[in-house]
C-alpha cells in the first residue's frame, strides 16, 4: 500500500473534477502519484492550484500526468417514427475552439483544453510548456486484447441483475428519498451495435428529488445517464489496472467499482463471495489538510513546503503493511508544522481489497474457466488473474467518512 495512486477524479458524486485537497493529500501518502486529466478536469486542476505550481510538481517528479485525449459517453439518438431513443457507448474527439482544425496533435488537445477554459487567462506560453511534461493517451491504450472499457461496459449492460444492483447503488446517493419498488426495473435489448433501455422508473419524480441537489443545468437523471455511470466505472478499473496503482475515487465511484469487482470474481471462483472482501481502514484523527486547501485558508504554495520536508516520512509507508497506527504516526510527525498542528482533525477512509491471502497458483486456477460456468471475456480474466496475483485495486474513498466511521463502530 502506497506505492502508487492513479486520480481520475475527486470526492464529488456528481462530476469528475479534480479534488484539489484530496490531491494534496495524496502526494503526502503515495511514493508515486499519477492525474488522469481530460477536457472535463484540465482546467479545473491548473486553476485551483496555479499553472506554475503544477508545473513544479510535474518537474520535480513529485507526481506524474497523462491526457485522454478522447472523450467517452453515451450517444443517444430517436428512433424516427417509432417515438424509441436508442443509444450507444462512444469515443470521440474535439476539434479546436474556433473551428478552425478538425485534427488535433496530441499536444494542441491540452493547448486547447485550456484555452477554453473559462474564468482564465493563462499565457499560451506557459500552457505551451506544460503540455511537454504530459503524456498523451486515448482510450485505445486501455485495451486488453482489443477489448476495451466500452466493450467491457457494453458486455455489462446484458448482465441484468449487475444493472439493477448499480442503478439502485446510484440512486440511493443521488436521491435516497425515492425507494426502488421490487417491481421496478430497467434493462438493456440490443438493436446491432446500439441497445435500448426498457425502465418502468418514474423519472419525473427521480428529478424532483435530484434537482433539490444538482441544477437541471447541470444534469438530470436519465436512462442514458444511469448507463453512463457504468462506462465510468470500467474506465476507473481500466486506469488503476493499467497503471497497477491504488485509485483516488469518490464514494459512489469507490461503491460501483466494488460491485463490479465482486461480481467478476464470483464468476470466476464460486468461494470468491467468502474470500474477496473490501474493508475499511479508517484513520480517525488525520489533519485536514484537503479542507484547508479547498476552503483557501492553505494556499498551495504553503502546501509544497511541507510535501517537501515529509518525503523522509513517506518512506516510513513504503513497502509495509496498512496499519491504522502507522498512518497516524505519519501524520503526527507532518503535523510537527505548526500550522498543520492548528488545522482540526477529521476521518480519512482507505477501502482495502483482500481476497484470503490466497493467489492464483494457490487457489489451482488456469485458463478462462469458471466455476458457475460463464465466461469471462479475456480483458476480464486478465483483471482478475491480476487480482488473484496479488494485485490489489484499494481505493483511497472520498465522501461520507463520518458515516463510514459510524458503520464501523456499530459492527
Known sequence: MFEGIAIRGGQSNFDRNIDIGSFAEALLFYQNVHIILDRSNISSLVIGIGIDNLRLLLDGE????????????????????????????????????????????NREHIIDSLLRAKNTEIPRGKIERLSERITVRSSKDLSIDSIGPLQSARTDLDDTDYLRTTVAKLLSLWVPEYELRPQDFIKVRSRGERFLIDTNLDFDRLNSFYHQRVPPSHSSITPA?????????????AFALKYGTDIIVSELS???????IKGLLERRISSASNLARFEDMIIPNTKSIREAINSGDLVFSDFLK??????KFKQWLKNVPPDVDLVDTYYKEISKKQWVDRLPTRVSRFSLFTLGGLGLDALGLGGLGTATGVMLSTADAFLVDRMLGGWKPNQFVEGSLMKALSRKESE
Open 306 to 311: 511541507l510535501l517537501e520536508e515529509a518525503q
Open 254 to 260: 469507490s461503491e460501483l467499482m466494488q460491485l463490479r
Open 62 to 105: 513529485f507526481c506524474s500526468a497523462s491526457f485522454m485525449r478522447d472523450n467517452s459517453g453515451v450517444h443517444t439518438q430517436q428512433i424516427t417514427g417509432t417515438g424509441l431513443s436508442d443509444h450507444g457507448f462512444v469515443s470521440f474527439e474535439l476539434g479546436s475552439s474556433d473551428g478552425k482544425k478538425k485534427g488535433l496533435s
Open 225 to 237: 445517464l444511469l448507463v453512463e455511470r457504468v462506462l465510468s466505472t470500467r474506465f476507473d478499473m
